[in-house]
């Protein structure tokens, strides 16, 4: 079920009532349990299963834990059962078409039966927010969670359930733990950010993989300014993609009385890439610096393991993404990248000399080169694609101006939004109002069908 | 732990207070509603002597609908029916309507035939578009074709791409050869109750080949799409596309065929032709029914007894609930192009015997309503 159709909108508007009036009840989670579960059975409901199985693991494993003097054998369970699942569902493919690649390639006339999976909508999402418990749970951080309901709520809440925020026990699953309080400026602001992630998925998103779907799927029949220009309009695609379900789900748990945390903050505004990374999936971010980097070592362990941590944390990030080589290399070459730039971006030239203009067209060109990885089809259609950017004839491009107006209008609001003339621009009622309206009846006049899944989805 | 978890309310919100959404809905909702009831204020509709829906706007029901209202408003009669009302293979001055008209010596009867539709989808159009009708004279057309096989019916569990599928019914009574899923159907049938997305698909298919914006624009990746709407729509003569052979059936190499007809106990179509006819009454719409004339010379011994016995109850269907009608004899071999739609001259006949049809004369001596 995605957010942008009216199957979504007909549930909400189903759901949304009785979650008003039973929220001040004994009803109220097990009627989000049951909507969640709906929303995600919709899909497949043999998905069900996977996530009643890694809620069930880990609500059982800190209740195994509380009931236990060793702490460690419960933990470790849990991460078995959801990275087991992880892998299975995930990378099996993966890792049997790379040993069978590798037979080939050593001369060992044996082949690994491919498993045929498919992946469930949302996994690495919710088995990692379930996992968060438990560990928070093993460290101390959080305390236990004795109803199995609101448990089972927090991990399948349908409004971040598929793409994330990955939300923290420590956030979400205490909110649900009080009776949500609503008022009109919660539907209001839920309302306004709805309204954004809408517009940023069904306007900017989707409009712009027209071009980038075209040009990805043949590269050898495009060339070098064609598929610069699609480089550059994927990077926005899976940001206003990604940025606009965010958006949407932080306006449907604040219309809900939740508060869903911050994902993206203008992450093309960044000026290195350490920021870049503090704007950009925050919750995947924090979630492997909090998980991976720092059990790791962090920086605690001098330099040369600092930078071998955070190579490490990049890499894990990038798989994490997608179970294929593209992806290892879009987290080797921003690990390279963050190894590269740390020194630098603490530097007084760098901080003082270098105009903020500058610095963030250096981040933008970077993250846009390491784009050309992760939405390549192979490793060989990348190579393709960077080899025709930089040798290639540049001819016409046929890159619509619409979607080149809309690109410059959505950066220099992003640009405005971060400067002083925010409050010139957002300040004046009648703007907002305006803005509203033009994206309203944009995306209910000028969009095309409703039936583009969200990138991440099958994440 | 990172730090405090950010729960700031955006990074480029455009944050709305209550009052001030209150004042953007009213907007948003005014310019939806108004612009459909706008429009044909912008982009006038030229109704030309013997009419019709233009062939590329086949799908816009928006000026369908439109279409609907300029002839109610006329107070004239209305033939409602498939591609052989709206003449396939003749011009748009040879049409049944068209020689109807020739025939009474002034423009009363309007051609609102569809190129491509079929009984199932007749009556979506009915109900959702043609509400401007109601109370007026309608010869509808009945076209036992749709009931030749369980493909035409649509009660084949084959699934297949049909002609209008947003106009059918989606949910009930099932067409098992159209598995949209749940959700799509649930989608078409919000849209076709919302005036302005009739709208938009019109502008989309006037003017931007049916595509949406964006599409287009990747289409013409320069040009301007305000200027893309020129305001002259297409013209109502302007050929199908392709081009049809406009021959007799002979001279195409077709030969006789045995069709796979359907009981009309359990056909689709004809229940759907039903509906269509208790919707019309319903809406108080004094009704003449035209059934065929069915080019059976094309149908082998068997077929054409099998078709004989399906109009008998046909006939006896319209009899037992008192609707006017005609089954008129065959036109001559060589007047039909295919299956049922008549070349000119078959339509010029098929006028005529309708013209001295007693029970047509007294249909058309029947009050209508007032403009």
């Not at chain 1, 060109?365 to 192979?378: E, L, N, Q, S, Y």
């Not at chain 2, 698909?201 to 020129?230: M, N, R």
């Amino acid at each position: 079920m995605l957010f942008h159709t009216w199957v979504f909108a007909v549930f909400f508007l189903i759901v949304y009532p009785v979650h008003l009036a039973t929220r001040h009840t004994r009803l109220k989670l097990p009627w989000l349990l049951f909507a969640s579960y709906v929303f995600y059975g919709w899909w497949n409901p043999l998905y069900l299963l996977l996530i009643i199985t890694s809620t069930s693991a880990d609500y059982l494993a800190v209740l195994g834990m509380s009931h236990s003097r060793r702490k460690k054998p419960w933990v470790a369970l849990s991460v078995v059962i959801n990275l087991g699942m992880l892998g299975f569902f995930k990378y099996a493919g993966f890792v049997t078409r790379s040993l069978n690649d590798l037979f080939a390639a050593l001369g060992v006339p044996y082949a690994v039966p491919v498993p045929d999976i498919l992946l469930p909508v949302g996994i690495s999402f919710f088995v990692f927010q379930s996992m968060t418990y438990t560990i928070d749970c093993y460290r101390g951080q959080m305390d236990e969670e004795p109803n199995f309901i609101r448990y089972a709520t927090y991990v399948s809440l349908f409004p971040q359930l598929v793409a994330g925020p990955i939300e923290r026990s420590t956030n979400l699953l205490r909110q649900l733990r009080e009776t949500p309080k609503i008022t009109r400026h919660d539907v209001a602001d839920g309302l306004s950010l709805f309204l954004v992630g809408l517009f940023k998925k069904r306007a900017l998103a989707d409009y712009l993989a027209l071009y980038v779907d075209h040009a990805y799927a043949r590269p050898d029949q495009f060339d070098g300014l064609a598929l610069l220009l699609a480089t550059v309009a994927f990077g926005w695609q899976i940001y206003f993609d990604f940025s606009g379900y965010t958006d949407m789900a932080r306006g449907l748990g604040r219309m809900m009385g939740l508060r869903i945390m911050l994902n993206f903050n203008n992450p093309y505004l960044a000026t290195g890439l350490g920021d870049f990374w503090r704007r950009w999936h925050i919750s995947l971010s924090t979630w492997f610096k909090d998980y991976v980097y720092l059990p790791l070592g962090g920086n605690r362990k001098g330099e040369a393991r600092t930078y071998v941590n955070m190579a490490l944390t990049m890499v894990i990030s990038g798989l994490w993404h997608g179970a294929s080589w593209t992806f290892v290399i879009w987290g080797g070459l921003h690990a390279l990248g963050r190894v590269a730039t740390r020194k630098l971006e603490m530097t007084r030239f760098y901080i003082e000399q270098i105009p903020t203009a500058v610095k963030r067209l250096l981040v933008f060109a970077f993250v846009t080169f390491a784009w050309i990885f992760f939405r390549a089809r192979t490793v060989g259609d990348a190579w393709l694609i960077v080899r025709r950017i930089f040798g290639a004839a540049w001819a016409d491009p046929r890159f619509p101006l619409l979607a080149l107006g809309l690109l410059a209008a959505v950066w220099a609001y992003q640009w405005i939004y971060e400067s002083r003339l925010r409050g010139a621009l957002l300040g004046s009622a009648p703007v907002r109002i305006a803005l509203a309206v033009f994206m309203a009846l944009y995306v209910a006049g000028c969009c095309g069908a409703a039936d583009k899944a969200f990138i991440y989805f099958q994440f | 732990m990172s730090d405090k978890i950010d729960l700031r309310f955006g990074s480029n919100d455009v944050r709305l207070s209550p009052r001030e959404w209150v004042i953007a809905l009213a907007i948003i909702l005014a310019v939806l509603g108004l612009a459909p009831l706008v429009w044909p204020f912008v982009e006038p509709l030229h109704i030309e002597p013997d009419h019709r829906l233009p062939f590329r706007l086949g799908n816009d029901y928006y000026t369908y609908g439109r279409l609907c209202r300029a002839a109610a408003a006329q107070g004239r009669t209305l033939v409602v029916g498939d591609s052989v009302v709206w003449g396939h293979y003749v011009p748009k001055e040879e049409t049944l309507s068209a020689h109807l008209n020739r025939l009474d010596g002034r423009e009363d009867f309007a051609n609102l035939g569809v190129d491509g539709i079929h009984p199932a989808a007749m009556l979506g159009l009915m109900d959702h578009y043609g509400h401007a009708i109601r109370n007026r004279n309608v010869v509808l057309h009945c076209n036992l074709l749709w009931t030749g096989s369980a493909r035409h019916d649509l009660s084949t569990e084959k699934e297949f791409a049909f002609n209008h599928p947003t106009l059918v019914p989606q949910f009930s009574p099932r067409i098992p050869c159209y598995r949209e899923p749940f959700g799509e159907r649930l989608g078409i049938v919000i849209e076709r109750r919302l005036p302005f997305h009739a709208w938009k698909k019109h502008l989309q298919i006037a003017w931007f080949s049916g595509s949406d914006l964006a599409s287009w624009t990747l289409e013409h990746p320069y040009d301007c799409p305000v200027e893309a709407v020129t305001l002259q729509l297409p013209s109502p003569n302007e050929p199908p596309s392709p081009r049809p052979d406009a021959r007799p059936w002979t001279e195409q190499g077709i030969t006789k065929q045995g069709f796979a007809w359907v009981e009309l106990d359990t056909s689709l179509q004809w229940r759907f032709f039903r509906e269509t006819v208790e919707l019309l009454r319903g809406r108080g719409n004094r009704l003449f029914v035209l059934v065929g004339p069915f080019n059976e010379h094309m149908l082998t011994d068997d077929s054409r007894q099998v078709y004989a016995d399906r109009k008998q109850v046909v006939e006896d269907w319209l009899k037992a609930n008192g609707i006017p009608h005609f089954l008129p004899d065959p036109l001559p071999s060589a007047l039909y192009a295919d299956a049922s739609h008549p070349l000119a001259e078959g339509y010029k006949l098929l006028a005529k015997q309708i013209f001295d049809n007693a029970a047509f004369i007294r249909f058309t001596h029947s009050e209508k309503g007032t403009p």
